[in-house]
């Protein structure tokens, strides 16, 4: 690995599409991004439009290889990181999508989840896949895209559709319709994947009725798949890494052993727990996903999802008007002591782990006559925090009952290592490692997600000999210790839970 070795990471995220070239150091040489337009048909539905997140992803990497004055022959290899879960299926013969993606917070399917969970195919789910039954995954989309959309299910019976994640998606695109595969993290998060034994389950597939013909191969994140169309740039490009956004951040985080744990805050936020070899099953509603596979040798982790994180910040901006901009978060948060009781619970699409409560709304609790803005916007950064910690503790008690992964069955976390467009909010910070009790670290390049997903193709394309070398080029910036007085942090975080108690639909 050198400094003259470059890898073109494409970052597909909710909001954006990124493109990032980096170099054998791990250094950003060029970078390009456009943002996502968000399509909220009803309430609670999500949508994006697929064609124009190809054409976006492809402008960034042809903007990124314009402004680093690289030539298509000199990259090394291309990786992709992308949004997970969010469902396209679109036709083989001219590559047109059948309907817009639906984005893994869409809630449409709530009912059939609901079904799922009546009928007890939810435990069948679990030990096969890890998920707990919920909408935010793709298996119940591809059903309502097959059942809604007319002359949907023939043509899949008819093996004339192809269903992929973002992807598998670009990757059609990118290769111009010659290969149709995903990686083993994007696949484990379908439900309808087997993570033990790394393959579509045709049982799962019958349960949702879904024809396995729809469905892409499966690969290891770093793999061969395939080149760049010739007319994109102006050589092939080798696309040879892939991992979804958060076990790309993994990776890009160097989370390689078990017990270590990072937490990614973009418009979700995500926290993931190496647990090696293990699929711990969860007694604590965390999912057990896959963290990545290299080699046919997959890793496992632990997943807590909060749904919805920078996305309340967006709210307050866009939404409430009350900011002009998210870190403007950071001086009104600053400007205060406390929220003065101010509680923000953001279940603007359900809450996610450890409640997974898809019917729950979002509540401002504790408002008094001289509740502000700045109180308001501190209680939505607070929230995060408080999520954070219902998240580790169920992780801890997780471990605590799985102790073959290495951590002695004794979890005690001493650092977090934290990225996303959150984490450059210094305040949040600090108050994440007074709610949490633990370390917060912030590595030097923030953008782990794309660095992972250049990892990825770096392991494949030999730029990086192993993981370790990846350990080694590893580097913390920041560190955020606990400040707070316990007794405080208790007091707080139990009027969150309570705040919590009161916006569950079930228990
Ligand atoms: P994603 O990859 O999910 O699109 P990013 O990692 O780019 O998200 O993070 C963007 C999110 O972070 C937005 O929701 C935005 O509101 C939030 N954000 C960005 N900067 C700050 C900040 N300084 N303080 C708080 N939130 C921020």
Redesign the pocket.
């Known amino acids: 690995m050198s400094a003259d070795d470059f890898i073109l990471a494409l970052d597909q995220?909710?909001?954006?599409s990124r493109a990032i070239l980096f170099d054998g150091d791990g250094i950003v040489r060029a970078r390009a991004q456009r943002e996502l337009p968000q399509i909220f048909p009803e309430p609670g539905l999500v949508e994006h439009d697929a064609q124009r997140i190809w054409h976006d992803t492809l402008a960034t990497a042809q903007a990124a290889m314009a402004d680093s004055g690289l030539e298509a022959g000199q990259i090394a290899g291309i990786g992709i990181a992308n949004q997970r879960e969010t469902t396209v299926i679109w036709r083989r013969d001219n590559s047109q999508p059948i309907h817009n993606a639906i984005v893994w917070q869409d809630r449409r399917t709530s009912a059939h989840c609901e079904r799922l969970r009546q009928s007890g195919d939810d435990r069948l789910i679990q030990a096969r896949t890890g998920l707990i039954v919920d909408p935010y995954f793709s298996a119940t989309k591809i059903a309502w895209l097959l059942d809604n959309i007319d002359g949907a299910r023939a043509a899949a019976e008819a093996g004339e559709l192809a269903f992929g994640t973002i992807d598998s998606w670009l990757l059609w695109n990118l290769t111009d319709g010659a290969r149709h595969a995903t990686d083993a993290t994007n696949a484990s998060r379908t439900m309808l994947f087997d993570i033990h034994r790394q393959c579509w389950d045709e049982e799962l597939c019958q349960l949702f009725n879904i024809p396995m013909t729809l469905l892409p191969a499966v690969c290891d994140c770093a793999a061969d798949f395939g080149h760049t169309a010739k007319h994109l740039f102006e050589a092939p490009i080798a696309i040879a890494g892939m991992a979804g956004d958060q076990q790309a951040a993994m990776v890009g985080q160097a989370c390689f052993t078990p017990g270590m744990i990072k937490s990614t805050y973009?418009?979700g936020c995500f926290v993931m727990l190496n647990t090696g070899t293990e699929a711990v099953v969860s007694q604590n509603r965390m999912l057990s996903t896959v963290a990545y596979r290299l080699d046919g040798h997959t890793t496992y982790a632990l997943e807590g999802s909060i749904f919805v994180a920078?996305?309340a910040?967006?709210w307050l901006r866009d939404g409430l008007k009350l900011i002009d901009a998210?870190?403007e978060?950071?001086a009104l948060a600053r400007s205060l002591d406390s929220t003065n009781g101010v509680i923000m619970v953001p279940a603007f699409t359900g809450l996610g782990a450890p409640y997974w409560d898809a019917d729950a709304k979002g509540a401002i609790l504790g408002l008094t006559r001289d509740s502000g803005i700045a109180q308001i916007v501190r209680a939505g950064?607070e929230a995060v925090c408080y999520q954070s910690r219902d998240l580790l503790l169920a992780m801890q008690a997780d471990a605590k009952s799985a102790t073959a992964f290495g951590v002695d069955g004794n979890l005690s976390l001493s650092v977090l290592r934290v990225d996303?467009?959150?984490a450059?909010?210094d305040w949040?910070l600090q108050f994440l490692s007074d709610i949490l009790g633990v370390a917060v670290d912030r590595p030097a390049v923030t953008e782990t997600t794309a660095l992972g997903a250049a990892y990825l193709a770096g392991l494949q394309t030999g730029v990086f000999p192993s993981v370790d070398a990846i350990t080694a080029q590893w580097r913390k910036k920041d560190s955020f210790v606990p400040k707070m007085a316990m007794e405080v942090r208790d007091r707080l975080y139990t009027t969150w839970q309570e705040a919590v108690a009161r916006v569950r639909t079930v228990t």
């Open positions: 995220g909710t909001t954006s973009g418009t920078g996305a910040l967006q998210a870190p978060s950071e950064l996303g467009g959150m450059e909010n949040l």
